[in-house]
C-alpha cells in the first residue's frame, strides 16, 4: 500500500499562489489516480482535483477551474497542485490522495483508498 505526505501549504494574501506537493513512498504511484481533496472548518471534505494514471488526464472542480493545476512525476513518486489567483474562499486543509481500484478519474471520496494527513492553506483577504 501506498502512503503519503502533503506539504507546501501556508499563509498567503488573496490573489497570491502556492505549490502544494505530494510525496509518496512504499509503491509507486503510477497504478494509482490521484487527486486533491480539501476540507473547509464545518463542511464536508470535497473535490478539488484528479489526474489519470499517466498524467494524460484531468478534472477539476469548477471553483478551482482556470486557477489550479494538478500534475504529476511518477519516477519521482510525486504529485503537484500549482494554486494562482487564490481567494479567501479556498481556505481548508488539503488532502493528497490515492485511487487504486478506479480507471478513470475518481472524484469523489469514497473513491480513494490511501490519504494524506493534509496540509493547511489560509488566504486572507
Known amino acids: 500500500q501506498v502512503q503519503v505526505v502533503e506539504s507546501g501549504g501556508g499563509l498567503v494574501q488573496a490573489g497570491d499562489s502556492l505549490r502544494l506537493s505530494c510525496a509518496a513512498s512504499?509503491?509507486?504511484?503510477?497504478?494509482?489516480?490521484m487527486g486533491w481533496f480539501r476540507q473547509a472548518p464545518g463542511k464536508e471534505r470535497e473535490f478539488v482535483a484528479v489526474?489519470?494514471?499517466?498524467?494524460?488526464?484531468?478534472t477539476y472542480a469548477d471553483s478551482v477551474k482556470g486557477r489550479f493545476t494538478i500534475s504529476r512525476d511518477n519516477a519521482k513518486n510525486t504529485m503537484q497542485l500549482q494554486m494562482n489567483g487564490l481567494k479567501p474562499e479556498d481556505t481548508a486543509v488539503y488532502y493528497c490522495?490515492?485511487?487504486?481500484?478506479?480507471?478513470?478519474?475518481?472524484?469523489?471520496?469514497?473513491?480513494?483508498?490511501?490519504w494524506g494527513q493534509g496540509t493547511q492553506v489560509t488566504v486572507s483577504s
Open positions: 490522495a490515492a485511487s487504486s481500484g478506479f480507471r478513470g478519474l475518481p472524484s469523489m471520496v469514497r473513491d480513494y483508498d490511501v
Open positions: 512504499g509503491r509507486a504511484i503510477s497504478t494509482y489516480a
Open positions: 489526474i489519470s494514471r499517466v498524467g494524460s488526464s484531468t
